[in-house]
């Protein structure tokens, strides 16, 4: 259930990224900046990524570990200021298309935020389900879509190198939200948490092992998360919660049943949090 403030419709956009990546890493997530055209990343990420999912990681997640090697990449995008929803609907389209003809094993989510920042209009999210699966992607993207995408969008959307940000899902607890429909819609909301005086991963680990013990007493059809790890180094944040819920209705029903628990109280007591909505939209699957 919503954690804390993790509900908050409106949130501010404040620097969590120190810059700094390996020559390996900048490699790989330039490459992947050449498949969505116009995006990249740089050495050093600068602010949350929401991340998430984003975005939903389409994959399981246990408490202790993760179960496969799912890798999602959040890349900020700037819109034309004259952009409507039928044009982005038409790009989601096209965009699908190339990735059909390619043969890629992916999915893909758009992120809309719920607060004001003039850092992006929408993040696109990219769901990977295997370090294999990425490196296949971009190989024959590279070397038959590139250039020609490129001149397709002709600035229609348009990111900085900096502003793309790749996480693991190592834990969690796994839902139905995992397989929204293309089309669907759900919630995510962002926790970047730095753990208090006096707490530690032990802490954070017992935590979570009575949290998910809570969930299971529930029906929680309608409500996961993940502990998303940064593939970057950064020193900002100990923990990134990404929470998912299906829709405003189990937003509402999951504060309402977190708020004034021994639990609430655990989790304000140890971990000081910044909070990012979105409504995301599922584009692949």
Do not use: H
């Not at 389409?58 to 799912?70: F, I, L």
């Amino acid at each position: 259930m919503a954690r804390g403030s993790c509900c908050t419709q409106a949130g501010r956009i404040t620097d969590y990224y120190e810059k700094g990546e390996n020559m390996k890493t900048l490699l790989s997530v330039r490459a992947w900046a050449a498949l969505w055209g116009g995006c990249g990343q740089t050495e050093q990420p600068a602010e949350p990524a929401a991340p998430a999912e984003p975005a939903a990681p389409a994959a399981p997640a246990e408490v202790s570990a993760p179960t496969n090697d799912v890798i999602v990449y959040y890349v900020w995008n700037t819109a034309a200021p004259d952009m409507t929803d039928e044009q982005l609907a038409d790009i989601i389209a096209r965009w699908n298309a190339r990735i059909d003809a390619g043969g890629y094993d992916m999915g893909a989510n758009v992120l809309k935020p719920q607060f004001e920042t003039d850092d992006y209009d929408l993040i696109w999210v990219l769901l990977w389900p295997s370090s294999e699966a990425r490196e296949a992607g971009w190989a024959d993207w590279n070397a038959n879509q590139e250039d020609d995408w490129n001149a397709e969008l002709d600035g229609a959307l348009s990111y900085k190198a900096e502003n793309v940000f790749s996480f693991k899902p190592v834990g969690g607890w796994d839902s139905n939200l995992a397989n929204v429909p293309v089309g669907g819609t759900f919630l995510p909301n962002f926790s970047f948490c730095k753990i208090n005086e006096g707490f530690d991963d032990t802490a954070f680990s017992a935590f979570r092992g009575e949290y998910d013990a809570w969930l299971a007493e529930g029906n929680e059809a309608d409500y996961g998360y993940y502990i998303m790890e940064p593939q970057f180094e950064q020193d900002d944040a100990d923990v990134v919660w990404l929470d998912l819920f299906a829709d405003e209705a189990a937003m509402q029903a999951g504060t309402d049943s977190w708020t004034g628990t021994d639990l609430e109280a655990q989790w304000d007591a140890m971990l000081a949090c910044e909070n990012y909505a979105f409504v995301a939209t599922a584009i692949r699957r």
